[in-house]
């Protein structure tokens, strides 16, 4: 059974830093792709950044140039680095794993708070 475990939210100051880290563990077959989503409270889940095994990043708007996603597909982990945190970045991460199939695997989040 794949398991996905985040780690490494709390609270911050705005204009502070946050690494988010994701361990997954279990059999992934045909990996395609980590990611990392957020929801805030009353907003959906939205994308934040992914990283496919090729190497390509994408990142959402609004984290872009502030925030770098890393995937290592050998040891399944992936972590977030996040720069300039804004109190708009306050929101429950998510770590997500995508096969090529498009199966999706969920972690059950981490919450990140930048509040002064």
């Known amino acids: 059974q794949v398991q996905l475990v985040e780690s490494g939210g709390g609270l911050v100051q705005p204009g502070g830093s946050l690494r988010l880290s994701c361990a997954a563990s279990?059999?992934?077959?045909?990996?395609?792709?980590f990611g990392w989503y957020r929801q805030a409270p009353g907003k959906q889940r939205e994308l934040v950044a992914t990283?496919?095994?090729?190497?390509?990043?994408n990142y959402a708007d609004s984290v872009k140039g502030r925030f770098t996603i890393s995937g290592d597909f050998t040891q399944n982990t992936v972590s977030l680095q996040m720069n300039s945190l804004k109190p708009e970045d306050t929101a429950v991460y998510y770590c997500?794993?995508?096969?090529?199939?498009?199966?999706?695997?969920w972690g059950k989040g981490t919450l990140v708070t930048v509040s002064s």
């Open positions: 997500n794993a995508r096969t090529a199939l498009d199966v999706n695997y």
């Open positions: 279990g059999s992934i077959f045909n990996k395609y792709a």
């Open positions: 990283v496919t095994k090729s190497g390509a990043t």
